[in-house]
T-cell receptor
Framework: EAQVTQNPRYLITVTGKKLTVTCSQNMNHEYMSWYRQDPGLGLRQIYYSMNVEVTDKGDVPEGYKVSRKEKRNFPLILESPSPNQTSLYFC????????????????FGPGTRLLVL | QQQVKQSPQSLIVQKGGISIINCAYENTAFDYFPWYQQFPGKGPALLIA?????SEKKEGRFTISFNKSAKQFSLHIMDSQPGDSATYFCAASMAPPAQGGKLIFGQGTELSVKP
């Protein structure tokens, strides 16, 4: 079954305590990305990766780091979490079919709800 | 310039009716317009997407209408069912994500379909 998995699903932490949210996909997709979802703001992209060792900033990258050492994994790292990073986080992977156009296949993970005290 | 504005914020429709959600964008360089469906406690799911070379795309009961000159696109859900009750997001980007496009999302519409 094609899927994107995230761990943990729920996390409560304190300001300044480093944490990592893992993301893994089993579809051999080259493109992966992280989003945060906040009420009234929709989803905003944090970072994305076009392939192994290729990452770039999205719209809200401040306070986050990522790495892409393997194709299937794309962890999100918060070196020093702050309360304004309390949010719902989604990882996603994408593939554009050979027919191009709008035949994008995109899967989102189930989300990680983070509370930073 | 990068915004995507979505309306309405919430929508209540009777079973069997047509649900219509609208989005407007400003950046004329946007070239990919997807819609997502999100159920409570779940991640978004790509529903349907359109490129600006067509004015309409239909998949089952879901149709995207695209008006390039007005910089607007909309999602129509025909014969709406209670199982369609979810939050819907529109988005826009200069290319599909797999080609490096950065999606800009609308604020979301909470749809409730009453039996």
């Amino acid at each position: 079954e094609a899927q994107v998995t995230q761990n943990p699903r729920y996390l409560i932490t304190v300001t300044g305590k480093k944490l990592t949210v893992t993301c893994s996909q089993n579809m051999n997709h080259e493109y992966m990305s992280w989003y945060r979802q906040d009420p009234g703001l929709g989803l905003r992209q944090i970072y994305y990766s076009m392939n192994v060792e290729v990452t770039d900033k999205g719209d809200v990258p401040e306070g986050y780091k990522v790495s892409r050492k393997e194709k299937r994994n794309f962890p999100l790292i918060l070196e020093s979490p702050s309360p304004n990073q309390t949010s719902l986080y989604f990882c996603a992977s994408s593939y554009l079919g050979t027919s191009g156009g709008s035949q994008e296949t995109q899967y989102f993970g189930p989300g990680t709800r983070l509370l930073v005290l | 310039q990068q915004q995507v504005k979505q309306s309405p914020q919430s929508l209540i429709v009777q079973k069997g009716g047509i649900s219509i959600i609208n989005c407007a964008y400003e950046n004329t360089a946007f070239d990919y317009f997807p819609w997502y469906q999100q159920f409570p406690g779940k991640g978004p799911a790509l529903l349907i997407a359109i490129r600006p070379d067509v004015s309409e795309k239909k998949e089952g009961r879901f149709t995207i209408s695209f008006n390039k000159s007005a910089k607007q696109f909309s999602l129509h859900i025909m014969d709406s069912q209670p199982g369609d009750s979810a939050t819907y997001f529109c988005a826009a980007s200069m290319a599909p994500p797999a080609q490096g496009g950065k999606l800009i999302f609308g604020q979301g519409t909470e749809l409730s379909v009453k039996p």
